[in-house]
């Protein structure tokens, strides 16, 4: 019980300081004057907002890897998969303003000489059904590849190879110009996004806070899953899966559930993502981004959550760094890190400092008297 307190401690911190950055950075941009020394540049504001929604997208990879130990070096595809639904919306609302001026069609597709709008862009007018497909795409594609992988019993590496395999089929489609998501350019020139102009500093502001209040509200809902019942079950799964098997749970049922939980987390974090960079195409689906998502998480802690979410800052600040001052050592960088983390912090910053500070070990269980009854789940 003493280390649930700690880790809802740094919990409660986590939540505190999103809080504060929801209103001091857009307040910082909009209201000090740019000669201030407190002020936030226009570019700065989207940027750490990216960082808000990768930290999301890592939280939801912690869910499965840390708690579950489900391994996924593809769930770049589901955060994609939300991101392109967000750009659907946003590139039906260019309308009559777009290069070619066609009231319905795209710019893209006038210029490949599509002659209607496909079918599954039918809908993507409305917000509310953009949002509704932002969740239910990467749900029902995570649903799918998780009933026959799970029920196949794949696990280890070899799951791991499968959900790199299938984000990496997800690009080479994405990729032809023929699949109506705009080919190797993908989807952006966006104008507006409910009637605000995407470009509006009140607008980028209200998309920082909406990515901070995202990632509060995820982080609180896999805390609730994994100190419920179901968490507990879920740790077994992660360290006994065959002994939670033959104890009568359907573990197939539970990671199934955690996982389309996660992926569709992961999609909620691209449809934020994709208005704030204004732009979303192929090279999201790229297996180097899934595998850079879970070293975010193994940097920060596995199984911290908010762990997770401090890797995916502290690399991806890094990477803002380098790639700024010299690119080139980017991946040399990245690399090093691994090893670095791999070695000498197993658990991460968050884990390692947890063992720092120091805390007791919870006490035993008092033995079972004889012949007292085993309880058994229900199936």
């Not at 505190?16 to 226009?42: M, R, Y």
């Not at 199934?256 to 732009?279: N, R």
């Not at 762990?307 to 502290?314: F, Q």
Request: aromatic share 14%; proline share 5%; hydrophobic share 55%.
């Amino acid at each position: 019980m003493l280390t649930v307190k700690l880790i809802d401690r740094y919990g409660a911190v986590f939540i505190a300081v999103l809080a504060a950055a929801a209103v001091i950075v857009p307040f910082c941009n909009l209201a000090i004057e740019p000669g201030s020394a407190f002020h936030i540049p226009d570019y700065l504001l989207p940027l750490i907002g990216k960082y808000l929604c990768f930290a999301l997208l890592a939280i939801s990879i912690d869910l499965i890897w840390g708690y579950c130990g489900i391994l996924s070096l593809g769930h770049g595809a589901f955060f994609a998969l939300g991101g392109y639904a967000m750009g659907m919306y946003l590139m039906r609302q260019i309308g009559p303003r777009g290069v070619y001026g066609h009231p319905i069609l795209p710019d893209f597709m006038v210029f490949l000489n599509f002659q209607d709008l496909p079918w599954f862009w039918l809908g993507f007018d409305s917000f509310l059904f953009a949002m509704v497909m932002v969740l239910l795409v990467p749900g029902v594609l995570a649903f799918v590849f998780g009933w026959f992988a799970f029920r196949s019993r794949v696990t280890g590496v070899y799951l791991s190879i499968i959900t790199q395999a299938m984000t990496f089929a997800l690009m080479l489609a994405f990729f032809r110009n023929d699949m109506g998501f705009g080919g190797n350019n993908g989807l952006t020139d966006f104008k507006d996004i409910l009637g605000f102009s995407v470009q509006a500093g009140e607008t980028r502001a209200v998309l920082f806070a909406l990515s901070a209040a995202a990632l509060g509200l995820g982080y609180l809902l896999c805390r609730y899953v994994v100190t419920s019942k179901l968490g507990k079950v879920l740790v077994a799964v992660r360290d006994a899966e065959s002994r939670t098997r033959f104890l009568g749970y359907r573990v197939e049922n539970y990671k199934l559930a955690v996982f389309v939980l996660s992926a569709m987390l992961a999609g909620l974090a691209g449809a934020l993502y994709v208005p704030q960079v204004g732009i979303i195409n192929p090279s999201e689906f790229a297996p180097a981004n899934s595998i850079e998502a879970v070293i975010w998480v193994a940097v920060g802690g596995r199984g911290t959550l908010v762990g997770a979410a401090l890797g995916a800052l502290v690399v991806n600040v890094g990477k803002s760094w380098f790639t700024g001052a010299i690119p080139e050592f980017w991946l040399f960088a990245l690399g090093a890190l691994f090893v670095v983390v791999t070695l000498f912090l197993p658990k991460g910053i968050l884990g390692t400092l947890q063992d720092y500070l120091g805390h007791p070990k919870a006490a035993k269980p008092a033995p079972e008297p004889d012949g007292a009854a085993v309880a058994h789940p229900a199936e």
